[in-house]
């Protein structure tokens, strides 16, 4: 996710605010440091082996997660307003899908199968076919097709059939 930002999202803003990419370039390191000490809490919770053990790393681990998502939240946040702003303020929404459509092409496979189930699971259903609806307008006809069948095996079946008959309506 950085890694895009980095190379597809900043390069659109530094112009306009050199002051914004300089910081969040430097709270993406800082992410980056936050998800290895994560990564070593899990790690130390796997190698304990005595309950003493156990308990410390487990609290190290609460500790590193609390740590990572607060920050990533608040990341987030400001993604959607500094970031956002700055891109809203100086190209126009056609601009913008070209360059979402760019970054989704950029985007490996793999990593699209594993975000679209998160995204699938985090979405309300007028959000996945806004988002499924953009797909459709955007992307050649099996690209949608694979879209849709990662729909139909992550979603309740109730689920996914509202979602396709909006789809069908056009009303997202």
Request: proline share 4%; with cysteine; net charge negative.
């Amino acid at each position: 996710h950085a890694h895009i930002e980095d190379a597809m999202v900043f390069p659109l803003i530094e112009k306009f605010a050199p002051a914004v990419v300089k910081d969040f370039e430097a709270q993406h390191a800082e992410d980056h440091q936050l998800g290895e000490t994560l990564s070593e809490a899990v790690q130390e919770c796997r190698n304990a082996t005595r309950l003493d053990a156990k308990l410390i790393a487990a609290r190290n681990l609460l500790l590193a997660f609390n740590d990572f998502l607060a920050f990533n939240v608040k990341h987030m946040g400001q993604e959607e307003t500094v970031v956002n702003i700055q891109l809203w303020k100086h190209y126009t929404d056609e601009e913008l899908m070209q360059h979402a459509a760019e970054i989704v092409k950029a985007v490996p496979q793999e990593k699209n199968v594993h975000y679209s189930k998160w995204m699938l699971n985090g979405l309300n259903n007028h959000e996945i076919a806004v988002w499924y609806n953009t797909v459709k307008q955007m992307a050649p006809p099996p690209v949608y097709s694979m879209f849709c069948g990662w729909a139909q095996n992550e979603l309740h079946p109730q689920r996914w059939q509202i979602i396709s008959t909006a789809l069908e309506e056009e009303w997202c």
